[in-house]
């Protein structure tokens, strides 16, 4: 059972943004000779951003990364993530340029961040979220700490609290189960 404090939260998102490296992914990187890099993703994080596309209205996605590769840009596209930044150091003023965009507060977005580059973003958003084995200055600002650890599901569970919170959840297992 969630803390009811974290059901409430998670009740306003309509924005859901995370980092990539040691969220999506355990935060290993392989890279070959051509400087090619390769990084393993969690299949169930994957259904996660699909699941959120079911949710009434949608809930937009964005990655904001401090690093840059091709294959997170190949992910963002085929997970019709709505926003990508790489290269972002100062991921509180990509995070303030969507919501100009979308014309959202700062109140309803739910952001995943594992290393202090995460902290500005964790400190200001409506539901902040790190993996288990975030650091621990993050996990000082987060409102919720995942039972898994970056690339293993903190990204799934944090979507599924989202869905549950706003009583979406039986009617997209009801997609699935017949």
Do not use: H
Not at 135 to 159: L, N, P
């Amino acid at each position: 059972m969630q803390n009811i404090n974290i059901i409430k939260k998670a009740k306003n998102i309509k924005f859901f943004a995370c980092d990539v490296d040691g969220v999506l992914t355990r935060g290993e990187i392989i890279i070959f000779n051509d400087n090619e890099d390769v990084k393993i993703w969690n299949v169930k994080d994957g259904m996660g951003f699909n699941l959120l596309s079911e949710v009434s209205p949608k809930i937009k996605t964005a990655w904001i990364t401090g690093g840059c590769s091709l294959q997170v840009e190949k992910r963002a596209n085929d997970m019709k993530i709505n926003y990508l930044f790489q290269n972002c150091m100062n991921k509180k003023e990509a995070l303030n340029k969507i919501l100009g965009k979308e014309s959202l507060s700062v109140y309803e977005v739910a952001y995943i961040g594992d290393d202090i580059l995460d902290i500005p973003v964790l400190k200001i958003v409506g539901f902040s979220t790190c993996p288990s084995n975030a650091c621990d200055d993050v996990k000082m600002s987060a409102d919720y700490i995942s039972s898994f650890k970056g690339g293993e599901g903190v990204v799934r569970e944090v979507i599924e609290i989202i869905i549950k919170a706003k009583c979406e959840w039986q009617k997209i297992l009801n997609r699935y189960i017949d």
